[in-house]
Structure formats: C-alpha cells, structure tokens
C-alpha cells in the first residue's frame, strides 16, 4: 500500500529540540513556563509526552509546531534548523502546512463540510488539484477505517470517527511531523486507545515522528519513548517494553 509511503533519504530525527526555553513577562512578573527542554524523535517513533496541567506540555508543543516560539533554544525539524530562540527561518506558515499535521482534543472538523471534504482542504490548500486531493482524501479515509463516512457531515460522525477523520487531515500532506494535543480526552477507553494505536501505526508506516501529549496512562504500552514535563522541565523516561 502506498498511501503512507515512508520518505526516501528520511533523516534520523524527525524533531529535535535543544534546550527550548519560554519566558513570559518581565522582571518582577516573569513567569518560566518552560525550560532547556530537550528531545529528540526519531523517524518512526511515537513519543507521549505526560505531566500535570500547567506543566509547560502545551508550551513545548506549539513551539515545536512553529506557533509559539521559544524565548532561547533550537528547533530542527527534519534535520532543518527552523528556530533559533525568536529567530524564525523561512516562510513558517507554509512549512508547517507541508511538513507538520495536528490533531487536538477537539477534531475541529468544519461543520458544513463532508468528512471527505474536510481532508481535501488542507491538500487544496497546499495547491492539489480537486481530483488528486479527493483520490488522496479517500484512501486515507479508508485506510483509518471510516471510508464508508467519507460523504458524512462531522455531526453524523462519532466521536472516535470525528477523530479519524483529523487525522486523515493531518495526514493529507504526508507530513514528516504529527503533533497531538490531548487527542483522547473526550473519548471513552476503547476509543482513546485506538486512537493511540492509531498514531503509533501512523508513525511506524510513514516513518513520522509524532509527539502525543497525553493525561491518558491506560495507553503507554503503545509508545515508544516516553517523556515527563514538571514545572517547565522534562525528563525522558525509557519506555519499560524497550
């Protein structure tokens, strides 16, 4: 199956971070919501990343997607350096469309639009044809399971199948990166691990780096690597299956 061919010449780590720092305010009302965080994912790898609200998880992650950046440190996204502390390289908005998918708690599904339609977007918008990005839009709606909902608005969607079709979204443009935000929170066990599972197959076929923040513990077993955020610090933590 070619749909979620790997990339050719792929290099090792599909994100790094060095040492990511994010200060907010100044002087008395400085505030550190994070600090020489650090990670390296390689292709192929699903990372969860955990901590408690409040922790700089979400921080991290938008720094990370090129939306927040850091106040110091480095970003590299398939070996690219792309930040360099506020320092940007490049047109941002158009590499995040190529190269990093996004899902988040809430799928964000356009409500006026089919689930199939609401996959084609984002391949329309990266300049695809109407013909190419619903060829494309449909095997990965079949490919994640909800082929048969392709013709379906997101309100006669479940919440696991309004799920899939984000990340058939995020998917569209074969993204190197895929960022998850809570992806499971509104969803009951057996969906949320599918989900998880879900990304961890994505990351394995396509050769994707893909970080999940996650309060969900029930689903570990299904990452490779797992990392904690505390106070604005992370630890990586050697997944007990490795």
Not at 84 to 101: E, K, M, Q, S
Request: net charge neutral; with cysteine.
């Amino acid at each position: 199956m070619t749909v979620l061919a790997a990339p050719e010449n792929s290099p090792t780590f599909a994100i790094e971070t060095r040492q990511l720092t994010k200060v907010y305010g100044a002087g008395n009302i400085e505030v550190v919501a994070m600090r020489n965080a650090t990670m390296q994912v390689r292709c192929g790898e699903v990372v969860a990343l955990l901590g408690p609200s409040g922790s700089g998880k979400s921080t991290f992650l938008t720094a990370v997607g090129l939306i927040n950046p850091p106040t110091t440190g480095q970003v590299y996204i398939g070996g690219q350096l792309v930040h360099d502390g506020p320092a940007a390289y490049g047109n941002l908005r158009t590499f995040r469309r190529r190269h990093i998918g996004f899902i988040f708690q809430k799928s964000n599904l356009i409500p006026f639009l089919t689930a199939v339609e609401n996959v084609q977007i984002a391949l329309q918008l990266n300049g695809a044809s109407h013909h190419a990005a619903r060829r494309r839009s449909l095997e990965l709606l079949d490919y994640l399971g909800v082929g048969d909902r392709a013709d379906n608005l997101p309100a006669a969607l479940s919440g696991g199948q309004q799920q899939r079709v984000a990340v058939a979204r995020a998917l569209a443009n074969r993204p190197g990166v895929i960022l998850a935000d809570e992806p499971t929170a509104a969803l009951d066990g057996q969906r949320g691990r599918q989900v998880m599972e879900l990304f961890a197959q994505v990351a394995h076929e396509q050769q994707a780096g893909v970080i999940v923040v996650t309060h969900d513990h029930r689903s570990l077993d299904v990452f490779d690597t797992i990392y904690e955020m505390e106070d604005g610090a992370m630890q990586r933590q050697q997944h007990r299956n490795q």
